[in-house]
DNA sequence: AGCCGTTGTGTACGATCGTACGCATGACCG
DNA sequence: CGGTCATGCGTACGATCGTACACAACGGCT
């Protein structure tokens, strides 16, 4: 019956995949299931434990590709800027049209960082997520700067995400402002 | 004879909240059941539902009780400052002293905010908590700034708790400094 | 063409979950 | 001092979970 196809199928591993993030965004890493996972994908049950040996590995994949997902157009947006106001404005764009909008990302980015902060075979994965968005940033900025102004995002997205109130790119834009400005040195 | 008094007692209701936190804290809002917390907090199953309508309210009351403990720990460290050096100073103790430290408290935040993510009911406890926070700042930083601040120690706090290598005093009071020094005006 | 081994699937089991509900227990009042 | 009723507990049930394992389905080799 032209049915299963059933060697051969790289694409079912992939779907699987696809399938986690979405189901963890719906219900959470705490309401994911093998059996969840799978209807979603439209694969069966047997099928999680054939492809992978568990649980773990399922997220810990998820979560690498959901990872590189955020950092290759973190990349892109920032290697679009040539100037040095053109870098700071891509930074602001990032913040307000890429990491605020999609509550998706939002909820995967949580569910990520909580379990990175469990346990530290996650903490790679977040790790090298900084990591790729420091690189994008030291094309613009110095290495120091980078830092701060990594963390900085961190947090205005996650407070733009959480507040009620909306947040203003002038505000935003001063904050950026700021943070690649060098303070006057003192002792 | 002073001893089970079942009727009013209000003690069980606490002890309670504070078993489902240490059990959050170890196995996550995945991990956490009402027996799991139960037995944590040495009562009968039975006494979960009895006390609480079901787990969102456990969750509920449990992260709020967090939120507040770490927020007037916030409070009173800003208050110990006097001048505005001082403020600065007391921001950079708090990310490195308070903030990072503790794995349990790392967790316990990222647990919440991951909820937060989701559903709007927790939000309003993280919206609580950072209110607190600019208002503890603001006795020392105009309101715009207190914003831009509050978002810098949360990400300061994040990556640093989530950095493997460690975090030097110097880059946070640069970074302090920075964002709390307004950008010259420019158009 | 027909066997064979790899590849993938269906199912059944034991554990654990939240919740409902009948009953013990002790406080309070007459 | 004894009856009554709100308070709190033990237990049992149905649902859902991850996983093991027997077996079906096919490509390749002779």
Redesign the pocket.
């Known amino acids: 019956m032209a049915?299963?196809q059933?060697?051969?199928?790289p694409e079912?591993r992939d779907r699987i995949i696809s399938a986690a993030l979405d189901v963890i965004a719906e219900a959470g890493v705490a309401g994911?299931?093998?059996?969840?996972i799978a209807a979603r994908a439209d694969?069966?049950?047997?099928?999680?434990?054939?492809h992978f040996t568990?649980?773990d590995e399922v997220l810990r994949e998820a979560f690498t590709r959901f990872a590189a997902t955020i950092a290759v157009r973190f990349e892109a947006r920032m290697a679009q800027a040539t100037t040095f106001d053109e870098a700071r404005a891509a930074v602001v764009d990032l913040i307000h049209e890429d990491l605020t909008g999609s509550a998706r990302e939002l909820v995967l980015t949580q569910e990520l960082y909580t379990l990175a902060a469990r346990e530290p075979v996650y903490r790679k994965i977040t790790h090298a997520w900084m990591k790729q968005s420091r690189d994008a940033l030291v094309r613009h900025f110095d290495p120091a700067t980078c830092r701060m102004l990594d963390a900085l995002i961190e947090g205005l997205s996650l407070h733009a995400a959480l507040d009620t109130e909306e947040h203003h790119r002038a505000a935003t834009a001063e904050a950026v402002a700021r943070i690649t400005t060098p303070a006057a040195t003192h002792h």
């Open positions: 049915v299963t059933r060697r051969f199928d079912r994911a299931s093998h059996r969840k694969v069966p049950l047997g099928s999680m434990t054939y568990g649980m």
